[in-house]
């Protein structure tokens, strides 16, 4: 992993972003860990190209650490997108209180894509808002559950440990 050091002292990136010389989404800490981590879930929840870049823009903007934000993003790929996206249809569907719709034929084309968006894009889209921020909360309060236990088990440790 390269340092933070050499990448914000790129020219190119000195000029496009002098956000990134914030020292703020470059640290290790509890706050800023949890807060990539929530930024991450909820851009991976996303139904929109370039996730990565969007949770690298919020990440900044929200001053969270930029190297946990943009991997996060990976738990949506290729392989688990569709199982995520029909949860979040599903969820969609629930809250709406409507019936999905009763035929599903899939194929690979954009006039597939472009006919059946215009039947499920509101259960879609309010599901895949409810799922992201509900991956989102959830994964900030772990990750802060987890960090304070550590530093729990760390104090009980070191009060445990024998004194020389």
Same mark, same amino acid.
């Given at each position: 992993? +390269?340092? @933070?050091? @050499?990448? =914000?002292?790129?020219?190119? %990136? ?9 020292? *703020? ?9 949890? *807060? ?12 929109? +190209?370039? /996730? ?15 190297? =946990? ?8 790929? +290729?392989? =688990?997108?569709?199982?995520?996206? !029909?949860?979040? !249809? ?10 999905? =719709?009763? @035929? ?15 039947? %499920? &894009? ?21 990750? /802060?559950?987890?960090?304070?236990? @550590?530093? &729990? /088990? ?11």
């Amino acid at each position: 992993m +390269p340092d @933070h050091r @050499h990448v =914000t002292e790129n020219q190119l %990136i000195k000029k496009l972003l002098p956000n990134l010389q914030d020292p *703020g989404i470059w640290h290790i800490n509890r706050r800023s860990i949890s *807060g990539g981590v929530a930024v991450g879930l909820f851009c991976a929840m996303m139904p929109i +190209p370039f /996730q990565m870049v969007l949770a690298a823009f919020v990440a900044i903007l929200f001053r969270v650490n930029i190297l =946990t934000a943009v991997p996060m993003v990976w738990v949506s790929n +290729p392989v =688990t997108m569709p199982p995520i996206f !029909y949860f979040c !249809y599903q969820v969609g569907i629930m809250l709406l209180g409507s019936k999905g =719709t009763a @035929h599903f034929n899939f194929e690979l084309s954009f006039a597939w894509l472009a006919s059946e968006l215009l039947l %499920i &894009w509101e259960p879609f889209l309010l599901g895949c808002f409810v799922v992201a921020s509900v991956s989102a909360l959830l994964g900030y309060s772990l990750i /802060q559950l987890c960090w304070r236990y @550590h530093i &729990w /088990q760390s104090i009980k440790n070191r009060k445990n440990r024998p004194r020389s």
